[in-house]
């Protein structure tokens, strides 16, 4: 299903973009150097690419088909190559691979029916000995570019005079297509089925080893397998590698081109942690494909510079306003009715494993699908002093120590995705893991880290609302409000509202510039242990009521308000969802102290 969707997918470029997407024959190849030949076949120039900055770049081509090299097999490739293939012992690299680049492209190029001053220039590169391309070397090339050479990259060719690619020539194409075609269907007899497209192809056509997937975080640097096999329980029926899955080379080149792609555009991929995920939408259209973008990046990832005056109407703001949205009353349908909610959405989770890419999570659907789950999950999340609709990634950094992703406990990303992208329950682990972090951080503003902010409530909200709806608690789910419920029959949020008093009493007292103030002391022990903690706390209360002349009566009745909630025996202990509902009081009720009576 995965691979057959980004195979769907290369076809649908294929129609649109047919200019730029290696047809079949042929791969697009990031090279980093130009090898200039004159009308002798010499060697003129080599042009190492580089970016404005002067740093070592690359730039993509459209060259005749590369197969897969495995380990140090010598396997050539025509016209773009490494300089070792190129080059050979006139670099001081293997002349074997120089000599098998010979043989090979000496078979291509005597298919080539007319002999063109490029042709004729072709024929002369690869006649060159050793000594005679040494010397042609040694007067071009500086010792940047040949240690550049040495350390690897591909190499274009191209004919100086007239300043045109080897590659685009429709003559060597031709003679590389018919050379390609004759090697595919050089051994007759069995045929097999290609389990990605149906298509019945000759034996000879199916891929013995499938494509290097790159810019997979932890992945190798040269790329990973998403299918392989490589010991001898994952074989069947005596068949070896990748035949045991049999896939032409043309369906597991083009799989294998999209995903490349799709992981090395920004506005397609994001990283969660060790886990990389692409995503697409398979209209291609632009709108879609952002709205997808927004759900899963930052704000800060989607690209372009922070904008003064934003259009209200964009995707990207209407996303980041859906919670604004909510509290009006609008619904998915409302606000983004300019999409085709028809449109398929796919989204692919990877992770490293050795040489190979691991799938984590794999989902799909049409984007009115997604919408209403993602709404609902905003619509979960939405509480006072959001203004913002929060992409999974910024959840999922409140969940890390220090907000850094190395931190970030392993599966949360998946879980969290998994309830989003499925409507379902959110994971009990990532609420304990949330709750942990409430109670060991503190307010570190320099740093973005607030021990309970409004998105660390929104997302106790989230969890408590979520999980009371689908255990038909509507009771539980009704209380759980945007703002302040001040007619809740919850103890713990009761019990909450109160410690934001009695921090409000404190910091009145005695003012904000405190190196210990009663939420950093006493938060674990009154949110855990109630009865224990809250009449030391009241009496410490009274204390600053009694030394506050401007506040102290205000802030007695504030207390005097709560109390009357709660029952004359405390609770002994709280269980961690009560403690989740004694963190949400306590955000409401420190909320309403900077909050209009009208906007709550």
Not at 125 to 141: K, N, P, S, Y
Not at 161 to 173: A, E
Not at 518 to 533: H, I, Y
Request: proline share 4%.
């Amino acid at each position: 299903m995965i691979l057959q969707s980004l195979y769907a997918y290369y076809e649908k470029l294929l129609e649109e973009e047919s200019d730029g997407i290696p047809r079949e024959g042929y791969s697009a190849v990031a090279a980093a150097f130009e090898v200039h030949l004159d009308e002798e076949g010499q060697v003129s120039s080599i042009i190492p690419y580089v970016n404005e900055k002067g740093k070592p770049a690359k730039r993509t081509y459209i060259v005749p088909e590369q197969r897969k090299r495995a380990g140090k097999t010598i396997v050539p490739y025509f016209l773009c190559d490494k300089a070792e293939y190129l080059f050979g012992e006139s670099l001081e690299m293997r002349e074997i691979c120089r000599i098998e680049m010979r043989a090979e492209w000496q078979k291509i190029l005597d298919r080539v029916k007319e002999n063109t001053p490029e042709v004729q220039a072709l024929h002369k590169f690869i006649a060159w000995d050793a000594e005679q391309l040494t010397a042609q070397l040694d007067g071009i090339l500086s010792e940047d570019v040949r240690a550049s050479l040495l350390g690897g990259g591909f190499c274009v060719l191209r004919y100086a005079p007239t300043g045109r690619y080897m590659h685009d020539d429709r003559m060597l194409q031709t003679a590389w297509e018919g050379y390609s075609q004759q090697e595919q269907n050089g051994a007759a007899g069995e045929e097999q089925m290609c389990l990605m497209t149906g298509e019945i192809v000759p034996a000879s056509q199916i891929a013995r080893l499938h494509p290097n997937i790159k810019n997979v975080v932890g992945a190798q640097s040269s790329g990973a397998a998403i299918v392989s096999f490589n010991i001898p329980s994952f074989c069947s029926y005596g068949k070896e590698q990748s035949y045991n899955a049999p896939t032409s080379k043309k369906a597991a080149d083009a799989y294998g081109y999209v995903l490349n792609r799709l992981l090395a555009d920004p506005k397609h991929r994001v990283r969660f942690n060790d886990t990389t995920v692409v995503f697409w939408v398979e209209s291609g259209q632009q709108e879609e494909q952002e709205f997808l973008t927004c759900l899963l990046q930052e704000s800060s990832e989607q690209g372009g510079n922070h904008i003064e005056n934003p259009d209200a109407d964009s995707i990207r703001e209407r996303v980041k306003g859906a919670v604004e949205g909510i509290r009006k009353g609008q619904r998915f349908q409302d606000t983004f009715d300019d999409l085709n909610g028809d449109a398929k959405f796919y989204v692919l989770g990877l992770s490293p494993n050795a040489a190979r890419v691991a799938i984590r999570f794999w989902y799909t659907g049409t984007l009115k699908e997604l919408g209403a789950k993602v709404w609902q999950h905003y619509e979960d999340l939405s509480i006072v002093g959001l203004n913002r609709s929060p992409a999974i990634r910024e959840i999922l950094r409140e969940l890390a120590v220090g907000r850094e992703w190395g931190n970030i406990p392993p599966n949360m990303e998946g879980q969290l995705f998994r309830s989003v992208m499925l409507g379902g329950a959110y994971s009990r682990a990532v609420f304990v893991q949330l709750i942990n972090r409430i109670r060991a951080d503190k307010d570190n503003p320099q740093k973005g880290i607030y021990k309970i902010g409004a998105l660390r409530a929104a997302m106790l909200k989230a969890y408590l609302k979520r999980s009371a709806r689908l255990r038909g608690d509507d009771q539980l789910e009704g209380e759980l409000t945007m703002g302040e419920n001040v007619e809740s029959k919850s103890v713990p949020y009761h019990l909450g509202r109160l410690f934001a008093c009695l921090e409000k009493t404190q910091a009145n007292a005695l003012g904000q510039q405190l190196n210990a103030t009663v939420r950093d002391r006493f938060w674990g022990a009154a949110s855990a242990s109630p009865s224990t903690v809250f009449p030391r706390l009241l009496n410490l209360a009274q204390h600053h009521v009694s030394k506050d002349e401007q506040w102290g009566r205000y802030n007695d009745d504030l207390i005097q308000k709560v109390m009357t909630a709660l029952p004359e025996k405390l609770p002994r202990r709280l269980t961690l969802e009560e403690q989740g509902m004694f963190a949400i009081g306590y955000y409401h009720k420190r909320e309403s102290f900077y909050t209009n009576k009208k906007d709550q």
